[in-house]
């Protein structure tokens, strides 16, 4: 059983960039598709970015601007936060995923216990 934990959160002005990162341990994870998504007060959990061997894709609402990545000697995946927005603020997590094709948080297992990401304007 692989278990996760996210790091690098904080409070940054609009424009100020953030490296997340996703440590896992328990297993390697060099395999599998990891994602990132991220949940607003009040809002659904969405998803933000997926990585799998060298492929990734992003949200359309942050393609451009954040970047994940992944070191697999190290068992960890980032994600590289530029050019952040207010509306980036979010509690930002890392899963597991079943499909690297999918948006789909219910196809995301083993969730971390996220980091706050806060900006401000």
């Known amino acids: 059983q692989v278990r996760l934990v996210e790091s690098g959160g904080g409070l940054v002005q609009a424009g100020g960039s953030l490296r997340l990162s996703c440590a896992a341990s328990g297993r390697t994870i060099s395999t599998d598709a990891m994602g990132w998504f991220r949940q607003a007060p009040g809002k659904d959990r969405e998803f933000v970015a997926v990585s799998r061997w060298t492929a990734t894709r992003h949200a359309d609402s942050v393609r451009g601007r954040f970047t994940i990545s992944r070191d697999n000697t190290k068992n960890t995946v980032y994600l590289q936060m530029t050019s952040l927005k207010p509306e980036d603020t979010a509690v930002y997590y890392c899963?597991?995923?079943?499909?690297?094709?999918?948006?789909?948080?219910?196809?995301?297992?083993?969730w971390g216990q996220g980091t706050q990401v806060t900006v401000t304007s």
């Open positions: 899963a597991v995923g079943r499909e690297f094709s999918s948006n789909s948080r219910y196809d995301y297992t083993n």
